[in-house]
């Protein structure tokens, strides 16, 4: 059974950071895509970023040059830095994984907050 848990979340100002964190269990880590989805009160879940088993990313244009993606295999870990964080971003925000049929398996989501 893949089970994926995210942490990092929290209240933060405007302009401040965070680390979000998602380790995987029961699955072979290295052989999965890895993403960062989000969805905010009354909007449809976006993606945010995403991570190819080789290594290669791609982020939603609005957080290019503030959130970075990536992770370590030998620790079954994808991670999401979030800097220069705005109001906007404000959301709950989802690890998925895929094993190149689509992200079919998510995390229960961490609760991100950022305050003006």
């Known amino acids: 059974q893949v089970q994926l848990v995210e942490s990092g979340g929290g209240l933060v100002q405007a302009g401040g950071s965070l680390r979000l964190s998602c380790v995987a269990s029961?699955?072979?880590?290295?052989?999965?895509?890895m993403a960062w989805y989000r969805q905010a009160p009354g909007k449809q879940r976006e993606l945010v970023a995403l991570?190819?088993?080789?290594?290669?990313?791609n982020l939603l244009t609005s957080v290019k040059g503030r959130f970075t993606i990536s992770r370590d295999n030998a620790k079954n870990t994808v991670y999401l830095q979030m800097n220069a964080l705005k109001p906007e971003d404000t959301a709950v925000y989802y690890c998925?994984?895929?094993?190149?049929?689509?992200?079919?398996?998510w995390g229960q989501g961490t609760q991100v907050t950022v305050s003006s």
């Open positions: 029961g699955t072979i880590f290295s052989a999965n895509d």
């Open positions: 998925a994984a895929s094993r190149g049929v689509g992200y079919d398996r």
């Open positions: 991570i190819t088993r080789g290594g290669s990313t």
